[in-house]
Every structure is written in C-alpha cells, then in structure tokens.
Antibody
Framework: EVLLVESGGVVVQPGGSLRLSCAAS????????MHWVRQAPGKGLEWVSL????????YYADSVKGRFTISRDNSNRLVHLQMNSLRSEDTALYYCAKDIGTAYYLFDYWGQGTLVTVSS | EIVLTQSPGTLSLSPGERATLSCRAS???????VAWYQQKPGQAPRLLTY???SRAPGIPDRFTGSGSGTDFTLTISRLEPEDFAVYYC?????????FGQGTRLEIK
C-alpha cells in the first residue's frame, strides 16, 4: 500500500522558516518524481514544487521561487520542503504527492497534508 | 499561465442523475492534457481521469473525462451517494500546471 505521511507544519511568524518532510512507503521511491501541492483554507489547489528521481532536477511555482527548496533522500525515502521568508499567503495545507511516473505532473497518491500557518 | 474556469460553481443533483462538469481553459491545451480530481471534506484529492479518456486505477467507469482544445468535461453517468464532493480540473500540458477553482457537487 502506498503511503505518504507529511510532517513539520506549525504556526510560524512572517519572515520565518520551516522545513516540511514527507515519508514515503509502499512503492519504489526512486522511480518516481515527487511534488508538493498546497491548498489555502477553503481554497483550491496550487502546485508548489517538483523534484526528479535523483534530486538534481527541481522546479518551483513562481510564487515560491527563491524562497522554497525541495530535496529528497532516496536512502530514507523522504522528501523535504525548506520554506524561508514565509508570508501570510503561504498559509495552507501542504500535500506531498507522488507523480504517476517521471514528471507527468499527474498525482496518483497524496498524503493527508500538514498545515502551515503564517501569522504574527 | 493557463487559467482554468470551472462551471458551475455548485451543482445540485440527486443520486441516479447524470452530472456534467465543465472546465474551460484560457488557451488551447495541447494533447488533451487535462485531469480531473475528486476531493471530499477532510481528505486529499483523488485522481479520477487524465488524458483524452483514461481513468486512474480503481475508478468506476461511471466517471468519464472528455474534451479538447479549450473545453473539457467530466461526466458522471449515474450519481452514487459517495460521488458528492468537490471536483477540480488540472491542465498539465503547459508549465506552470494549473488547477481550476473547483465545482461543488451537492445532494439536491
């Protein structure tokens, strides 16, 4: 069974930093691109970032470029999202999502999300 | 960026009825690279359909995605009680990928 479990979401002040993690199991982790997708409270979905199979390929939404960094640890089946210079508009439920393959940008498994609240 | 506009915002139907959800793109999407997701309260989205007419594994055949160019549709042939949820379309044909704002399907 494929499982994605996110952690690290907390309340943080504007300008602060946070690191989210996603623990994956139930599939051959290094065969798949991984993503972060977020959903602001009561709002729709926004793709945030992608990381390729070996971690050398990364892409970001313009809204987070230069502030967020995605990484992966294939040995421990983890994906991380380092979030710096946080803004109130970054407040959202952050989902870790598995691609159906290599960078199709289709998400066949999702975690339950971790909530990031940026507030003073 | 391709903007996806879903309509209607809310659709009220009864179990057994047919549901037609629309997704219109601000630019033509090459290769029919549009997907549909279902999201229930407190749950993560679930991939339903993608491409011209492909269903994700385990998705019942009452769910059908169709369309091309700028106009795409998700059809649910006969609504089951568990189908009442929010539905999002997504385009993955051009970067950045984008989602529609969602259609809420509620029980009439």
């Amino acid at each position: 069974e494929v499982l994605l479990v996110e952690s690290g979401g907390v309340v943080v002040q504007p300008g602060g930093s946070l690191r989210l993690s996603c623990a994956a199991s139930g599939f051959t982790f290094d065969d798949y691109t991984m993503h972060w997708v977020r959903q602001a409270p009561g709002k729709g979905l926004e793709w945030v970032s992608l990381i390729g199979l070996d971690g050398t390929t990364t892409y970001y939404a313009d809204s987070v470029k230069g502030r967020f960094t995605i990484s992966r640890d294939n040995s421990n089946r983890l994906v991380h999202l380092q979030m710096n210079s946080l803004r109130s508009e970054d407040t959202a439920l952050y989902y870790c999502a598995k691609d159906i393959g290599t960078a199709y940008y289709l998400f066949d498994y999702w975690g339950q999300g971790t909530l990031v609240t940026v507030s003073s | 960026e391709i903007v996806l506009t879903q309509s209607p915002g809310t659709l009220s139907l009864s179990p057994g009825e047919r549901a037609t959800l629309s997704c219109r793109a601000s630019q033509s999407i090459t290769g029919t690279f549009v997907a549909w997701y279902q999201q229930k309260p407190g749950q993560a989205p679930r991939l339903l359909t993608y491409g011209a007419s492909s269903r994700a594994p385990g998705i019942p055949d009452r769910f059908t995605g169709s369309g091309s160019g700028t106009d795409f549709t998700l059809t649910i042939s006969r609504l089951e009680p568990e189908d009442f949820a929010v539905y999002y379309c997504q385009q993955y044909g051009r970067s950045p990928i984008t989602f529609g704002q969602g259609t809420r399907l509620e029980i009439k």
